[in-house]
């Protein structure tokens, strides 16, 4: 699909007016304690979504090299999924860094078929709802990860990585983008040739990740904020 074309977006309108609502809902749910019915809701709605139409795909159009369920944003929407469901911090804190960052750049930069292909709205669906999920818990709900939930977020991510490189050298495959970058322009191509690119985007998420941290909690000091995942 172009760049900034129409059909891209059309799904960052939607993205940018599904913000303003998430984060009100989750706002004036922030007293209640426990996960409220949309938190719910929406936590079925992601997989009763992305599911059927991964189906699809895999029934009317497979590609082992690039179909099966491996890239971080599947994981992602998983994490998503249980954090609407459950507000517990390992879950939420995966759903708040990899949402927030990592689908994100898959909504500027997308590598996808154009509309009406099925991958189209399956791409979409999954991308948008995992962002709406990130920031509903974070700044709606107020949810936010502590120095714990950062390491054991770039612990899992960083397991991910060595499980999905050593399954794309067994299936000459580049789930994740760890043998080399997209043919599509991404923030990739600022980063060098491989494998100095998976360096720097390692230190880079890393570093982000521990920006947003700092930040997150520095505001949950100033709002004296009481609204943080349970633990148990």
């Known amino acids: 699909m172009e760049a900034y074309g129409l059909t891209h977006l059309v799904p960052l309108a ?3 007016a599904g913000i303003v609502v998430v984060v009100r809902l989750g706002r004036r749910q922030r007293a ?3 996960p409220s ?14 599911i059927p139409l991964q189906a699809h795909e895999w029934v009317t159009d497979f590609d082992l090299f ?3 369920p491996l890239q971080l944003c599947d994981l992602a929407w998983v994490a998503a999924a249980v954090a609407l469901w459950t507000h517990r911090p390992y879950p939420t804190a995966l759903a708040c860094f990899w ?3 990592l689908t994100t750049q898959g909504v500027f930069t997308p590598d996808v078929k154009d509309f009406p292909d099925v991958s189209y709205l399956t791409y979409w669906g999954l991308h948008l709802m995992v962002v709406l999920a990130a920031v509903y818990l974070v700044f709606g709900l107020g949810l936010l990860p502590h120095w714990r939930d950062y390491g054991w977020t770039v612990a899992t991510t960083a397991a991910w990585a060595v499980a999905a490189y050593a399954l794309n050298l067994v299936l000459d495959a580049n789930y994740g983008y760890l043998r080399y970058k997209p043919p599509t322009a991404s923030m990739l191509d600022l980063l060098g040739p491989w494998p100095f ?3 720097s985007e390692i230190v880079i998420v890393a570093g982000v990740w521990a920006l947003i941290t700092l ?7 100033h709002e004296g904020s009481t609204s ?3 633990r148990s």
Do not use: E
């Not at 938190?39 to 992601?46: E, N, P, T, V």
């Not at 930040?215 to 000091?221: I, K, P, Y």
């Open 99 to 101: 949402g927030l960052t």
């Open 215 to 221: 930040g997150l909690r520095t505001w949950a000091r």
């Open 66 to 68: 690039i179909d099966l």
């Open 14 to 16: 939607l993205l940018a």
């Open 197 to 199: 690119y998976i360096v």
């Open 32 to 34: 209640y304690g426990r």
């Open 37 to 50: 019915r949309f938190s719910r809701g929406f936590a079925l709605a992601i997989p009763l979504t992305t």
């Open 228 to 230: 943080t995942p349970v």
